[in-house]
């Protein structure tokens, strides 16, 4: 039973640990593998791309969770609620970010910024998603309390039922900063559009779990919905929607089962989480759960030593597709252990850190600031002198 906020809250971190390392080792494998050992043949791989699918809808998925819990448990509603001015805050932070891992200081130092720099990843659509999910509360917060959950579900089963029709548009029109939130024509690894849809379906879970938070039976039967639904979806929506374009002629259901990948990792999402549920009373390790409560810092660390953020020099740009099974699979082992260890070491120093950079970035505007006095006081000096010199001021 999930009598507490803290007991749910390490049950949902312990997805999250599980879903950023599985990322991990994903982009490493993905990144580094030689293509003479990408056998779609082989079980093994198959297996591994099949769950390496998985791990960006859970992720999405718990992020739209945690965030709408912590909005919803406070007694204030609509802007008065300060969940929402920190989720602001907190969206347009993890937007910035990652915009900020992709710059490169060299094409800066040669007064360019690459086309990289514009394209979409995981980071902007998470903050872009939290967001909208405010956008959608605030609006519903002060009429009937059915409202939000409802508008939430709706919104992921139009996003992912509409996905063949918007996945078509060309946004040529927008500006391509703009349009890459959209389409991955231009090289953008994620789009707000789907994937907005999980994380609205993780809110919408969030309030199912507060509602029902004090129930006896909360966890035996969420963790039955979750299996017989996640089974459906997986097994059953293909051919469901194929039954309908047959019965109704809609192309719409055809296009679907011909490339139902939402719904099914849906349904993986939702099996992923009966399988925490079941097992939430031996996932209260403190490392693992303080795992789920830094993935951010992870992320980054990973960002930068796989892709070489600021630099160009990662392990993505000296060894891109090219190494062996054996030698990717131990260095992505590796590679988890390091980004795991350095964000854990950096959450543990948090404090002192942003003591020590608040104190540099103060040095530095103060030393900004007084070069620019110092500036204008030279400037207004030579421009009296200038001004006497052709007798366009007395003296």
Same mark, same amino acid.
């Given at each position: 039973?999930?009598?507490?906020?803290?007991?749910?809250?390490?049950?949902?971190?312990?997805?999250?640990?599980?879903?950023?390392?599985?990322?991990?080792?994903?982009?490493?494998?993905?990144?580094?593998?030689?293509?003479?050992?990408?056998?779609?043949?082989?079980?093994?791989?198959?297996?591994?791309?099949?769950?390496?699918?998985?791990?960006?809808?859970?992720?999405?998925?718990?992020?739209?969770?945690?965030?709408?819990?912590?909005?919803?448990?406070?007694?204030?509603?609509?802007?008065?609620?300060?969940?929402?001015?920190?989720?602001?805050?907190?969206?347009?932070?993890?937007?910035?970010?990652?915009?900020?891992?992709?710059?490169?200081?060299?094409?800066?130092?040669?007064?360019?910024?690459?086309?990289?720099? $514009?394209?979409?990843?995981?980071?902007? *659509? /998470?903050? =872009?998603?939290? &967001?909208? +999910?405010? %956008?959608?509360?605030?609006?519903?917060?002060?009429?009937?309390?059915?409202?939000?959950?409802?508008?939430?579900?709706?919104?992921?089963?139009?996003?992912?039922?509409?996905?063949?029709?918007?996945?078509?548009?060309?946004?040529?029109?927008?500006?391509?900063?703009?349009?890459?939130?959209?389409?991955?024509?231009?090289?953008?690894?994620?789009?707000?559009?789907?994937?907005?849809?999980?994380?609205?379906?993780?809110?919408?879970?969030?309030?199912?779990?507060?509602?029902?938070?004090?129930?006896?039976?909360? $966890?035996?039967?969420?963790?039955?919905? *979750? /299996?017989? =639904?996640?089974? &459906?979806? +997986?097994? %059953?929506?293909?051919?469901?929607?194929?039954?309908?374009?047959?019965?109704?002629?809609?192309?719409?259901?055809?296009?679907?089962?011909?490339?139902?990948?939402?719904?099914?990792?849906?349904?993986?999402?939702?099996?992923?989480?009966?399988?925490?549920?079941?097992?939430?009373?031996?996932?209260?390790?403190?490392?693992?759960?303080?795992?789920?409560?830094?993935?951010?810092?992870?992320?980054?660390?990973?960002?930068?030593?796989?892709?070489?953020?600021?630099?160009?020099?990662?392990?993505?740009?000296?060894?891109?597709?090219?190494?062996?099974?054996?030698?990717?699979?131990?260095?992505?082992?590796?590679?988890?252990?390091?980004?795991?260890?350095?964000?854990?070491?950096?959450?543990?120093?948090?404090?002192?850190?942003?003591?020590?950079?608040?104190?540099?970035?103060?040095?530095?505007?103060?030393?900004?600031?007084?070069?620019?006095?110092?500036?204008?006081?030279?400037?207004?000096?030579?421009?009296?002198?200038?001004?006497?010199?052709?007798?366009?001021?007395?003296?």
């Amino acid at each position: 039973m999930m009598q507490t906020k803290d007991t749910r809250l390490y049950f949902i971190d312990a997805i999250r640990a599980w879903a950023i390392l599985m990322m991990l080792q994903g982009h490493f494998i993905d990144g580094l593998l030689d293509n003479a050992f990408r056998d779609n043949s082989n079980i093994i791989f198959n297996v591994w791309k099949y769950f390496r699918g998985i791990t960006a809808p859970v992720f999405f998925t718990v992020s739209g969770f945690i965030f709408t819990y912590l909005l919803i448990k406070v007694p204030e509603l609509g802007w008065d609620n300060p969940r929402v001015r920190k989720g602001i805050r907190r969206g347009f932070q993890l937007v910035f970010i990652g915009y900020f891992l992709r710059i490169n200081l060299l094409g800066l130092f040669q007064g360019e910024i690459y086309p990289s720099f $514009y394209l979409v990843d995981v980071l902007h *659509c /998470i903050g =872009l998603s939290i &967001l909208g +999910i405010i %956008g959608v509360y605030v609006l519903t917060a002060n009429r009937k309390k059915w409202l939000f959950p409802s508008v939430l579900l709706i919104i992921t089963t139009s996003l992912f039922l509409f996905e063949p029709y918007y996945k078509e548009v060309n946004f040529y029109l927008l500006p391509q900063w703009i349009a890459n939130y959209f389409t991955k024509s231009n090289g953008s690894v994620f789009t707000i559009l789907p994937w907005f849809g999980y994380a609205t379906f993780g809110s919408f879970m969030s309030i199912i779990f507060k509602k029902f938070k004090n129930h006896e039976k909360l $966890y035996s039967r969420a963790i039955g919905i *979750c /299996i017989v =639904l996640g089974a &459906l979806l +997986i097994f %059953g929506s293909s051919e469901f929607f194929l039954a309908i374009s047959q019965a109704t002629g809609i192309q719409l259901f055809a296009d679907i089962f011909f490339n139902n990948y939402l719904f099914i990792r849906l349904g993986d999402v939702l099996v992923v989480f009966a399988v925490f549920m079941l097992l939430r009373k031996f996932l209260t390790n403190k490392v693992g759960l303080k795992l789920g409560q830094s993935t951010l810092s992870i992320y980054v660390i990973h960002f930068i030593i796989l892709y070489g953020s600021f630099t160009g020099l990662g392990l993505y740009g000296f060894f891109h597709h090219s190494l062996s099974p054996w030698l990717v699979v131990t260095g992505a082992v590796v590679f988890m252990i390091v980004c795991s260890y350095l964000a854990l070491l950096y959450e543990d120093h948090k404090a002192a850190i942003k003591a020590v950079s608040n104190k540099g970035f103060g040095m530095v505007k103060l030393h900004v600031e007084r070069t620019i006095l110092l500036s204008f006081g030279v400037l207004r000096f030579l421009s009296i002198k200038l001004l006497r010199l052709f007798g366009l001021t007395k003296n």
